[in-house]
């Protein structure tokens, strides 16, 4: 087994692929993590995105595949945009999932919740909860329609 002297620091590439092999990161994320790689940084993230092994568009892609069923599009675009990641790749990735906003809402207050709000109390407390899951307001309120109007038509039979 070898054993590393705490003297000779890993070389930088060796850092970065290390932390490529954990997950996609954007190149903004690895900078970051980087940082004391003094002036051999860019060079290096140049040379892990000329041979494919950073990308921007596969960490967007990857993310917001991750985040599709539990998140609404708002908060994957806000989390992407502070990983560093340009608004053409986040629209690109936003396009790319392949859930229904609609489903994912429904699934998310599901999971969540499961049963209708009692009264207005809960009912604002539910939509506060799936918007700071990023969903839009508009979703939200349809789907508090959809699950209304099919428990008062179940309600009747």
Known sequence: MKSRQASTPEPLRDRALRYLARREHSRAELEHKLADGGDDLAAVLDALEAEGLLSDSR???????????????RYIAHHLKQR??????????????????????????RRKFGELPRDAAERARQIRFLQGRGFELGAI???????TAGHSRSGME
């Open 84 to 109: 560093g990641i340009a608004s053409e790749l986040i629209d690109a990735a936003l396009n790319s999932v392949e859930q229904d906003p609609q489903v994912a809402v429904e699934d998310a207050w």
């Open 141 to 147: 309120l349809d789907l508090m329609r959809r699950l």
């Open 59 to 73: 960490a967007a892609t990857a993310f917001a595949n991750a985040k599709a069923g539990r998140f609404g599009p």
